[in-house]
């Protein structure tokens, strides 16, 4: 068996051009909507949807520790104006940052003053 090399001439180097990014996205991005039917639900439904599978973590001290910071949250935002959970976390004012300005927003606004002791603010944040 014989191999045969093959020369291929040196490859010749683009020369590199800068292309301006399109001003437009290829692809637009999808609607958001105002409202869908989670942000409506109960408060009961909405404690039972985010206590079930998928949101359901391992350790059952963990779980606990959920559950308890869902409720605060809930209670939180139910004192929102708005009629839906969604309007009410828009009209709070928590999504302009992230979740760490919202709790210090809710713990400096004195919402959660004499509610909770230090160590369960972070059962709170565990609700988030």
């Given at each position: 068996?014989?191999?045969?090399?093959?020369?291929?001439?040196?490859?010749?180097?683009?020369?590199?051009?800068?292309?301006?990014?399109?001003?437009?996205?290829?692809?637009?991005?999808?609607?958001?909507?105002?409202?869908?039917?989670?942000?409506?639900?109960?408060?009961?439904?909405?404690?039972?949807?985010?206590?079930?599978?998928?949101?359901?973590?391992d350790?059952?001290?963990?779980?606990?520790?959920?559950?308890?910071?869902?409720?605060?949250?809930?209670?939180?935002?139910?004192?929102?104006?708005?009629?839906?959970?969604?309007?009410?976390?828009?009209?709070?004012?928590?999504?302009?940052?992230?979740?760490t300005?919202?709790?210090?927003?809710?713990?400096?606004g004195?919402?959660?003053?004499?509610?909770?002791?230090?160590?369960a603010?972070?059962?709170?944040?565990?609700g988030?």
């Amino acid at each position: 068996m014989s191999v045969a090399v093959v020369q291929r001439p040196a490859a010749i180097e683009p020369s590199l051009t800068v292309t301006p990014a399109p001003s437009t996205p290829k692809y637009a991005p999808r609607p958001v909507p105002s409202s869908w039917a989670a942000t409506a639900l109960s408060r009961e439904r909405a404690l039972v949807m985010l206590a079930s599978p998928p949101f359901v973590l391992d350790r059952r001290d963990a779980q606990y520790r959920r559950v308890a910071g869902v409720r605060l949250l809930l209670d939180w935002l139910a004192a929102q104006p708005g009629t839906s959970w969604q309007e009410r976390w828009l009209a709070s004012g928590a999504d302009a940052d992230a979740v760490t300005s919202t709790i210090r927003c809710l713990v400096s606004g004195c919402w959660l003053c004499g509610l909770l002791s230090v160590s369960a603010h972070s059962t709170f944040s565990s609700g988030m």
